[in-house]
């Protein structure tokens, strides 16, 4: 698991060496003039009952570990590792965690004016806000997303343009939920629910693993053909798509905080064949492993400048 999951695995097991109810840790890792941004890591289990909470601005929240329920005016969903979790000034929700404890969330929070003034900007009318789902499905267009706000939640000297991101992850996000085809998870059986977050936690858990369609409908007692399905209507993506993201995601955290050398990472990563992980890398992240790498390094360099001169 990466530094993002350690962290979550870590603050569950004090819990339950303490014996105490769960609970949410909110620590602010950037904000500005219209926008906040605030790393959520949340304790919550099968034990605790749900409540109701209210959005004060606009929300989008990249789920990076853990998987939980979401339900809101617009129906349920469940959230898991790459997905964003949509929420709409004013709106009532709540969040449980039925089938598995605790997750951790990078949420980017919006003021109203300022969220309306870059969707405007970005080409968008006022019909395409607010939200119409409650969640994004893990998808390619925030992989490079979320792997720098991973970065930048778990070490601060690798990433800094956080005011650019935030500015990226609403136009991206605005882009794809008007192409996105609204999948019926509120249909989907408890039953289905609480396999597909048995899956998800195997596949985040171990990405390197061996995964196939027979090995992870096996472990959920399903046939090939019906976990397949009911893995992508609950998730947006198929179970091939999940286990790639999460190897690239897991990734591309190491090659931000570690030397490792970039051969040893892709089979580490469960790759078997660096080529088709320089490959798939430069596809989900649009450069290359060793591109990405420089791009984080000189970033560091930029903000260990920065704290040196701020002390000078």
């Known amino acids: ?132 789902h409650g969640c994004m499905p893990p998808l390619r267009a925030f992989s490079g997303l979320i792997a720098k706000a991973c970065v930048g939640a778990t070490d601060a000297t690798q990433f800094d343009a956080w005011d650019e991101l935030a500015v990226d992850l609403a136009e991206a996000t605005l882009r794809s939920t008007q192409a996105d085809v609204k999948r019926r998870a509120a249909q989907t059986s408890a039953s289905a629910w609480a396999r597909v977050t048995q899956i998800v936690r195997a596949i985040d858990e171990a990405p390197d693993a061996p995964h196939t369609l027979a090995s992870l409908a096996q472990m959920c007692g399903l046939s090939d053909f019906y976990f397949l399905r009911t893995f992508e209507r609950v998730t947006g993506v198929t179970p091939h798509q999940y286990v790639l993201r999460a190897r690239l995601r897991h990734a591309a955290l190491r090659l931000a905080s570690e030397d490792t050398k970039i051969v040893d990472i892709a089979f580490d990563s469960g790759f078997n064949d660096v080529s088709n992980f320089n490959h798939a890398f430069r596809a989900e992240f649009g450069m290359s492993p060793r591109a990405w790498r420089v791009q984080r390094g000189a970033r560091a360099d930029r903000v260990a400048r920065i704290c040196e001169a701020s002390k000078a």
């Open 1 to 132: 698991m990466g530094k993002i999951a350690v962290d979550l695995e870590a603050a569950l097991q004090r819990r339950d060496a303490l014996g105490t109810r769960g609970d949410t840790h909110m620590r602010t890792l950037a904000a500005g003039d219209g926008w906040t941004v605030v790393d959520v890591l949340c304790t919550f289990g099968p034990r605790d009952l749900p409540f109701e909470e209210r959005h004060a601005g606009v929300c989008i929240a990249m789920v990076v570990a853990g998987a939980f329920g979401y339900r809101s005016t617009r129906g349920r969903e469940l959230l898991t590792p790459g997905s964003l979790l949509l929420g709409n000034a004013g709106e009532c929700f709540e969040c449980g965690h039925r089938h598995a404890p605790g997750d951790r969330c990078v949420s980017f929070h919006y003021q109203p004016a300022y969220f309306e003034r870059l969707a405007s900007d970005a080409g968008f009318s006022r019909k395409d806000i607010p939200f119409r």
